[in-house]
């Protein structure tokens, strides 16, 4: 993880400055890095916020960007499924993206094993202190950041090389192009609403890859 914490650490200050710059007072601002702890769906709910968009909307927003909390879940729950049921609770609190991706190329095979608890832990500690540290930092020197320093765009090149990390395969690498000429043909919609439209887009493509476009079967180790 400490490959990737100088892009988390840029992408937390970056939201947190946001937070109160979308008018979100100290407290609230706080409650939504801690409680929340979700950075896609934190900077897409601002404008909406700032923008005073419907509940449901804000809800359908936050819901459509975290829907692939919903594919990492599944697979680690064949890695901690066998956990007390509080102890699940907290394991999910501090899943994360990256998280997902460096934990699975570790542990390939989907079945427990003792070691794996202790990695876990060890790599949200650090991708939690690097987004946390940084988002507290730009709530409370918001104010003290002037908007000319276009911290807006700095976040933008945060997010892109996190995610770039995230494209592993050619269907990943499809459902993302899909999804960023979706945003661009629906961005005269009101309220955002283009980033609902790229989301589903990419999670449809994707659907439709996984049917028609299974992954290569492993190839059998030669027996000795």
């Known amino acids: 993880m400490v490959g990737v914490s100088l892009g988390i650490s840029a992408w937390g200050l970056v939201t947190g400055v946001a937070m109160i710059k979308s008018g979100l007072s100290v407290p609230l601002a706080l409650a939504m890095s801690l409680l929340v702890f979700a ?16 509940l449901w909307v804000l809800w359908a927003t936050a819901f459509c960007v975290n829907l692939r909390f919903v594919i990492f879940s599944a697979h680690w729950r064949l890695y901690f499924g066998h956990l007390p049921f509080w102890q699940r609770m907290r394991v999910s609190y501090f899943a994360a993206d990256l998280n997902y991706v460096i934990f699975l190329r570790r542990f390939p095979d989907m079945k427990p094993a003792p070691e794996q608890l202790p990695y876990y832990w060890g790599g949200v500690a650090l991708n939690w202190s690097a987004w946390q540290v940084p988002s507290i930092a730009g ?12 911290l807006g765009f700095a976040g933008i090149l945060a997010l ?5 990390s995230l494209l592993s395969d050619k269907g990943t690498w499809i459902s993302a192009g899909v999804a960023s000429c979706a945003a661009v043909a629906a961005y005269a919609l009101p309220l ?26 492993k190839k059998l180790e030669a027996r000795s």
């Open 39 to 54: 950075g896609s769906s934190q900077l897409a709910s601002l404008p909406l916020i700032a923008a005073g968009a419907p």
């Open 139 to 150: 709530i409370f020197l918001a104010n003290q950041v002037p908007t000319e320093w276009g």
């Open 160 to 164: 892109l090389g996190l995610s770039y």
């Open 192 to 217: 955002r609403l283009n980033i609902v439209v790229a989301i589903a887009a990419a999670v449809a493509v994707g659907l439709l890859l996984e049917q028609f476009m299974p992954p290569p079967p």
